[in-house]
């Protein structure tokens, strides 16, 4: 690893640390390099405030090093004004003599215009370090401005013999009285939780709603919870489910047009029809969704996968069996990783395409 590839590097880990809360903004991070030595750093921990580069920066202690230094970054700096002003030109009046990043950014208000910016003002400016790890980082930001649709993971629990859910007969009817049939551990369970965190929104089924009544909030971990997103075609959940009680922002697609809206609990239309997918993922957009986690259930979930309309699975493997019941979708992938949990499995697929 070079000069540059190291303190790439750095900003990838540092630009870590603001993952889940900085949508609808990229991750990214800083650090300012003086006679081969770090003198500032920082990362963009949330949209609205500064970015890596005004944190990193910052806290220079001497403003006069950056006169020879040389700021690295992971994404391009942005050019043009929104909650914050352009990273450029805060590059500019510090006079930095040297910049180095790790890749374009895809959004069309940047693409190229933060560096064609420095560059006219005579920074040289260096590009393309770690591409790949850095496009990588921003998985959910690229998708999205350059595939126009959210970041998609889909993830179930599966048994042994291959069921996602028993047969009707194991469970109660009352869903006030549900209780759950777990097909993992708690510290797989606690893990589903730490990527709500990290994601913007979830989706379900109108069967596991009804079904489960799940709340889909990341109360086993810290952090913000997902926007929840619930297909409900006819309008069949009601206000005694979880997903209505207004604790977090829900949007609601279905056909039934007699909903009103509230803060948080937002109805939007949608056509159960030959495009669902394509349907769901205008409204997504239009709500600014980068990443989405597509909990269930299977039939949701084999939709996705038959339009191929998804990026990652993260699959759980449970010891134990219910012989008879709803089955797990099938799914091929290329496997990136298997991680055993205790008794439970994990495997962690990628689309192929």
Known sequence: MNKHQ?????CIALAKNGLGTTYPNPLVGSVVV??????GEGWHKKAGEPHAEVNAIKSVKDKTLLLKSTIYVSLEPCSHFGKTPPCADLIIQYKIPNVVIGTLDPNEKVAGNGIKKLIEAGTHVTIGILEKECANLNKR??????KKRPYIILKWAETDDGYIAPDKTLRQVDHTKLEPIWITNNHSRQMVHKWRTEEQAILVGTNTVLNDNPSLNARSFYGSSPIRIVLDKSGKINES????????KTIFLTENKDFKSTKNCIYEYCAF???LIQNIIEILVKHNIQSLIVEGGSQTIQTFIDENTWDEARIFKGKNMFKKGLKAPIIKGLTVKKINLLDDQLILLKNHD
């Not at 489910?241 to 977090?248: C, I």
């Open 241 to 248: 489910f979880h997903v209505k009680n207004n604790s977090l």
């Open 34 to 39: 003086f006679n081969d030595e770090i003198i």
């Open 6 to 10: 190291k303190y790439i590097n750095r």
């Open 141 to 146: 930001f690229f998708t999205y401005h350059q």
């Open 273 to 275: 029809d030959s495009h």
